[in-house]
């Protein structure tokens, strides 16, 4: 029996595997052209099982295709390299490369004629600096006489942008083609999740089918994650209904730690400023692939462009990720919220859940409490990061604190979009959303509201809280607490939904002052000398 694979490249026998034979034709028409080009994605974006079904294919066609890895060779000396290399063409090609250099190399395979022969370099990155040059130079040399030998053509494959940095070094693929292996699109997600219905009887309910093609945004590697998850998870299952899903959207944002979701962090630290930038604000930022930030950040497969040419996040389970690891430390804020916790004053006569409440109370702690526990210092006490992000955790932290004390739950719904999410909070059953919003300006408010709205609509729901925080400077007459009924009636179907405005206002001066900070900092540490006197 097959499964979904989580590492590694697909072995079709072994593994639910996409044929994608649109993307191998592209890639056979290159190499029938004489084409030599470059495929680069982030790791478990499924280049490496796309170029494997691609070789499968023109060697039926009579090619033959030496696959060379060569991931660790950046501290190899050239010998090392070499002799890899020489041992791997003649183990492909049988042709004797004993004692050459690596130009002497591709000279003697400029003498073959009478053969097809495609070399495929994997890891491209991995080669050392110090002959990496030289070896793209030779294969420039070959590139410019194909006509008259039998390499028709050389496809590097790596993790990053390589084609810039191809560039570099003067070789043939600075004006030639780069093959983009793109996501799974929803119907390829479906094909992979009927593979295994079909195969064991073991189904996947519709609204899980649209969360994981949601969440996952088709990236091949989350996408099998989620399936290979839920069977390993649910064996006796026999539908996968959203609860069990969300069991596994828990396990990749907050439980356990995977490999593909951890290197996503860690990039995004390296740049963490920008990023809770494009986490909090919803300000459109241009793409730009020349500025370093935007060029590391996509290279590593964080963001892309939208079709206005503007950032947004690659994967929504990236951004949902990336907003929970970026959240503040333990800070004790939790516990003064949750020892302050009256749950019968939250629940009225009929026993129904007063959010009104839970809200109004958090407009009274804010007040009161200010936002500067939330926004990070380092070790000087300077501020580092964002208010806006400070603002949005504050809320959450406010919100999960009374979810402890409550027993209920909350789901992070994060979109592609900039600045956008909705938290989902169920409790005893019934499910609420609040959207957050730092206003910016008249537009941007109003397009929010409707953007709740629609997707309250979406989720069967007619209820939602657009909670908006607000400096103290500004004003505005249409921003105004509210409770509001909008049409969100569609081609399919008609409706209205209730939104309900809240607004916590904030003062940049008073709640995001260092010099704030450092003396609680001072009070804070002589209150605990004179306790432990």
């Known amino acids: 029996m097959r499964t979904f694979n989580t590492s590694g490249p697909n072995i079709p026998t072994q593994h639910y595997t996409i044929s994608r034979q649109n993307l191998i034709k592209k890639g056979i028409n290159l190499a029938e052209n004489s084409r030599y080009f470059t495929i680069w994605a982030p790791r478990q974006t499924g280049k490496s099982t796309y170029f494997r079904l691609l070789a499968k294919e023109l060697e039926q066609q009579g090619y033959e295709v030496a696959h060379i890895n060569f991931e660790n060779y950046k501290e190899e000396s050239k010998e090392a390299f070499l002799g890899t290399f020489r041992d791997e063409l003649h183990s492909f090609w049988g042709i004797d490369f004993s004692n050459l250099g690596i130009a002497e190399v591709f000279h003697r395979i400029g003498r073959i004629q009478d053969r097809k022969l495609v ?315 609040i959207e957050t919003k730092i206003f910016k300006n008249i537009t941007q408010f109003k397009e929010g509201k409707i953007q709740l709205a629609y997707y309250l609509n979406s989720l069967g729901l007619k209820t939602g809280i657009y909670l908006v925080f607000m400096d103290n400077e500004l004003q505005h007459k249409a921003v105004k607490e509210e409770v509001e009924i909008i049409d969100v009636s569609t081609s399919l179907n008609t409706g209205n939904v209730e939104i309900t405005t809240y607004l916590v206002r904030y003062d940049v001066e008073k709640d995001f002052s260092e010099d704030l900070r450092k003396l609680e900092g001072r009070t804070k540490r002589a209150y605990n000398k004179k306790k432990d006197s």
Do not use: W
């Open 119 to 433: 070399l495929i370099i994997d890891e491209i990155e991995g080669i050392n600096e110090e002959y990496f040059s030289s070896f793209l130079h030779s294969i420039r040399a070959a590139y410019h006489s194909r006509e008259r030998h039998s390499l028709k053509s050389v496809i590097l494959v790596g993790v990053s942008n390589i084609t810039g940095l191809v560039q570099d070094h003067a070789s043939p693929f600075n004006t030639n083609d780069n093959l983009n292996v793109p996501y799974f699109t929803k119907a390829e997600i479906l094909e992979l999740l009927k593979m295994h219905e079909d195969e064991t009887g073991q189904l996947f309910s519709p609204e899980v089918k649209e969360k994981i093609a949601y969440i996952t945004a088709g990236q091949p590697g989350l996408v099998n994650g989620f399936g290979y998850n839920l069977v390993e998870n649910f064996p006796n299952s026999s539908l996968f209904q959203y609860e069990q899903y969300l069991e596994i959207e828990k396990n990749y944002t907050i439980r356990y730690i995977d490999k593909n979701i951890s290197n996503i962090i860690n990039k995004g630290k390296e740049h963490k400023k920008f990023i809770e930038r494009l986490l909090f604000d919803e300000r459109k930022v241009a793409f730009n692939i020349y500025e370093d930030r935007i060029k590391f950040l996509t290279v590593n497969g964080l963001i892309t462009f939208d079709g206005e040419d503007n950032i947004i996040f690659n994967v929504p389970l990236y951004k949902k990720c990336l907003q929970v690891a970026f959240a503040p430390p333990v800070n004790g804020e939790a516990d003064y919220i949750s020892g302050r916790i009256d749950l019968d004053e939250y629940f009225t006569e009929n026993k129904q859940l007063n959010i009104d409440k839970i809200i109004r109370n958090y407009q009274i702690y804010a007040k009161k409490r200010g936002f500067h526990y939330f926004m990070e210092q380092d070790e000087n006490g300077k501020n580092i990061g964002l208010k806006e992000a400070a603002l949005v955790y504050s809320f959450e932290t406010y919100i999960q604190a009374f979810l402890q004390v409550m027993k209920g739950n909350s789901y992070l719904e994060a979109h592609v979009a900039l600045g956008r999410s909705d938290l989902i909070i169920n409790i005893q059953g019934t499910e609420f959303v």
